[in-house]
């Protein structure tokens, strides 16, 4: 069988062209191609005998038959060259039916010795081979080839069925490709073993890496975006997003708006990179700049997403900051899954009631019932996430779990135990800073500072007898020697910065930059 494929298309976007066979035997695949660079079609992992399926890179052998149009010759599997059983009949018919036209042609010249004759009879010979090849080739190769998109539906690549193409373009350099294709594969051999990827070019051949699957495991070879987790304080969202990730990656506190960022959590997966944005909880805005940074913050988490979380607890009703935050998320035009956390908690099994009203106003996409305290309902919701995440490279290398940088994440770790250790309004008086951290052979040497609003807040962080903050420094250097998985010292000093939080300057130099107006 023979595949047009077209690198127009490639360059641009996904193709998926229904194959009539898989080199299992199997029938229900896709083939799918994707440009990934100029030069380099998007490999996947070689993951051959995946469960009920499988996945493995394959090499596409083909030919350039135009500008835009290649011509797959056959294709190399796992060090396995397969020339494709229609491709092989239709080299060897061609082969077959231009030997017996020499032959034809040989025998009138030995018979008549007629010039006339001789060119009659050749061009008798040409029209038969090219009547043979069109009939082998319009009967096998036209209903086999079915371009389909993710959907299953019809995309629009026309030249597969263009047999008249097909004639023009390969009968002439059939025998030409019929070597180099037999050239190419000991080529792509030898170079994947050298190189461990295959060589762009041999012999007028080209050569092309896809990622072969069954259709039912794998749609397409890569999907990513970005997914905000908006929602009022403490209804779980650093939970949910660490419960996703399986590490905890942000801070987590009973109190109200621990989280002070927007932390990106990065999912890898085979498939697919999703990257999470956990907010700060959205409220309405008060006098104090703290709370006006930390709803800018989340609104901007809300810019250039493909997927919102519009999280809610299994204790949720309306209120006026709903009111409020539903038409910011439904006006986004995004897919919105609406996730009702703390399952655990909802004993008198309230959930559906709960989701009611705010289904009602919110027109999710789907509703997901989740407790990021045991995980239950957390798989679901990660599926149909992924599955709304559109075709793309991923945004990050596939070892990358955050982009935030260390020396925020050391302060986060501290001030997560300020907020579980600190009664009342405290917390949200003391600002952390990394002052200096430096990374060796040894560990991570980190300096940190903990500013205070005011004088007597100082003596309340530090603790009878320095115990308090002693504590703090304690659990926090053990949580971020678990998550960091190497040696940790640290540091920490309290310090006054007198109204540090109604002061736009000093809280910009603390990372909380926030709008002047
Ligand atoms: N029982 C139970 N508690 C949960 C669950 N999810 C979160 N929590 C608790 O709820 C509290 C708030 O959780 P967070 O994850 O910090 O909530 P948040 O929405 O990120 O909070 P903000 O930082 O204020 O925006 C913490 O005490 C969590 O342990 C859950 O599924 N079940």
Redesign the pocket.
């Known amino acids: 069988m023979f595949l047009v494929l077209e690198p127009h298309d490639l360059v641009h976007r996904d193709i998926c062209l229904r194959v009539a066979e898989f080199l299992d035997g199997s029938d229900d695949g896709v083939l799918c191609v994707r440009r990934q660079r100029a030069e380099c079609i998007r490999v996947g992992e070689l993951d051959a005998g995946d469960g009920n399926g499988y996945r493995t890179d394959i090499v596409v052998v083909h030919q350039f038959i135009g500008q835009n149009t290649s011509l797959v010759l056959g294709w190399h599997e796992q060090g396995l060259a397969k020339i494709d059983d229609l491709g092989l009949l239709a080299l060897v018919v061609t082969l077959i039916v231009l030997v017996l036209a020499m032959c034809g042609v040989t025998f009138i010249v030995a018979a008549a010795g007629v010039a006339l004759g001789v060119l009659e009879a050749f061009l008798a010979a040409i029209a038969t081979t090219a009547g043979a090849l069109f009939a082998v080739l319009s009967h096998l190769v036209s209903p086999r080839m079915e371009p389909r998109d993710t959907n299953g539906d019809a995309v629009d690549v026309t030249l597969h069925d263009d047999v008249r193409l097909v004639l023009v373009k390969v009968v002439v350099p059939f025998l030409e490709d019929f070597f180099a294709l037999l050239n190419a594969f000991d080529i792509v051999d030898s170079h994947l073993d050298q190189h461990e990827k295959p060589p762009m070019k041999s012999y007028g051949v080209h050569c092309t890496r896809v990622c072969l699957r069954r259709k039912s495991l794998y749609t397409f070879i890569m999907k990513s975006g970005f997914v905000s987790i908006f ?1 009022k ?7 949910l997003m660490n419960t996703i990730l399986g590490t905890k990656l942000s801070i ?3 109190k ?4 002070w960022y927007n932390i990106l959590g990065i999912l890898n997966k085979k498939d697919a990179q999703v990257c999470f944005v ?1 907010t ?2 959205y409220h309405k805005v008060s006098k104090s700049k703290l709370n006006k940074y930390l709803v800018e913050t989340a609104l901007q988490s809300l810019e250039d997403i493909e997927v919102v979380y519009f999280v809610i607890d299994q204790s949720a009703y309306p209120d006026a900051e709903y009111e409020e935050m539903i038409p910011i998320v439904t006006k986004l035009g995004k897919p919105i899954f609406l996730v009702v ?5 909802d004993t008198a099994k309230r959930h559906d009631m709960v989701a009611a009203p705010f289904v009602e106003k919110l027109h999710p996409t789907a509703v997901f019932h989740v ?3 045991t995980g239950a309902g957390v798989s679901p919701l990660v599926k149909a996430t992924i599955d709304a995440m559109p075709v793309g490279e991923p945004y990050f290398d596939d070892k990358t779990l955050t982009s935030h940088p260390i020396e925020l994440i050391v302060a986060d770790t501290v001030r997560e135990q300020l907020f579980s250790r600190l009664q009342d309004e405290l917390p949200y008086s003391t600002a952390v800073v990394t002052d200096d951290i430096t990374e060796s052979a040894k560990g991570i040497r980190a300096m940190v500072s903990v500013y205070v609003a005011k004088d007597s807040q100082k003596g309340m962080i530090i603790g009878k007898g320095g115990e308090l903050i002693a504590t703090i420094k304690d659990v926090a250097r053990k949580n971020l020697v678990h998550f960091l998985g190497e040696r940790v010292e640290l540091d920490v000093r309290v310090k006054v910065e007198k109204n540090w939080n109604r002061k736009l300057v000093t809280m910009k130099h603390f990372g909380l930059a926030v709008s002047k107006k």
Do not use: E, F
Request: aromatic share 0%; proline share 12%.
């Open positions: 929602g304080p403490s209804v779980g969202k650093s939970s987590v506190s009973p109200q708006q621990t989280t956990d700060p909880g956390n703390k399952l655990d908690l407790s990021a305290a």
